[in-house]
């Protein structure tokens, strides 16, 4: 069980245009997902926590106008990166949450986006 | 600001040996830490998760311990394997967020 997906798992457009990932908890209401952005070599950075049915809450330093979340229903939500440009190259991954923070976090496997 | 920091950033090791992975933690207010695993290129795998009143998990040849008061926790792995070969990052949560570590990268050489 907690199996979370996320489609495409890897993407290559060019600059400018917008791509959207999905993120989906196939076996579990998520009240809370998270989106989170690894560049090579470096660690998970928090980039947005969305609950459903609210705006999400930006960390700092996270354009919310570049990086659209929408998370219409407790198993879906997703982040679309917008005019993209090279440096929003990187491995975007979701995670879902069924409660409270303290909580398992369940993490999908990822999408790799290159931007070309 | 919660600070997570792994000690090596990489570590090489022959097979069939023990081995100890450091997470450190700057804010001690935390409700629990999680062991991860991630191969090149891949998602996160779960491998252990401590609550904050726990002192230590077991899993197989796994064993995490956690010391709140002094924000450290080791990652044990015995009897290493070249399956073991991955990115072992820990994270803990704290005040409404999942804080990762910077990460070692282990590799068992057979």
């Known amino acids: 069980g907690a199996v979370v997906s996320q489609h495409p798992s890897w993407v290559i457009c060019k600059s400018g245009t917008s791509v959207k990932i999905e993120c989906r908890s196939l076996?579990?209401?998520?009240?809370?997902m998270f989106w989170y952005r690894q560049f090579p070599k470096q660690s998970l950075m928090l980039m947005a926590t969305s609950n459903e049915g609210s705006k999400a809450t930006y960390e700092q330093g996270v354009e919310k106008d570049k990086f659209l979340i929408n998370h219409a229903s407790l198993t879906l939500s997703t982040l679309t990166v917008t005019s993209a440009h090279p440096e929003d190259s990187s491995f975007y991954i979701c995670?879902?949450?069924?409660?409270?923070?303290?909580?398992?976090?369940?993490f999908g496997p990822g999408t790799r986006l290159l931007v070309l | 600001k919660q600070e997570v920091t792994q000690i090596p950033a990489a570590l090489s090791v022959p097979e069939g040996e023990n081995l100890v992975l450091n997470c450190s933690f700057t804010?001690?207010?935390?409700?629990?830490l999680q062991w991860f695993r991630q191969d090149p290129g891949k998602g996160l795998t779960s491998l252990l998760l401590?609550?904050?009143?726990?002192r230590e998990q077991t899993s197989g040849r796994l064993n995490a311990s956690l010391d709140k008061s002094s924000g450290r926790s080791t990652l044990y792995i015995a009897a290493s394997q070249p399956g073991d070969s991955a990115t072992y990052l820990c994270a803990v949560t704290g005040n409404e967020k999942l804080t990762f570590g910077t990460g070692t990268r282990l590799t068992i050489i057979p």
């Open positions: 401590i609550q904050s009143s726990q």
């Open positions: 804010d001690s207010a935390i409700y629990n």
């Open positions: 076996d579990f209401q998520a009240t809370t």
């Open positions: 995670s879902a949450q069924t409660g409270a923070i303290q909580e398992t976090q369940y």
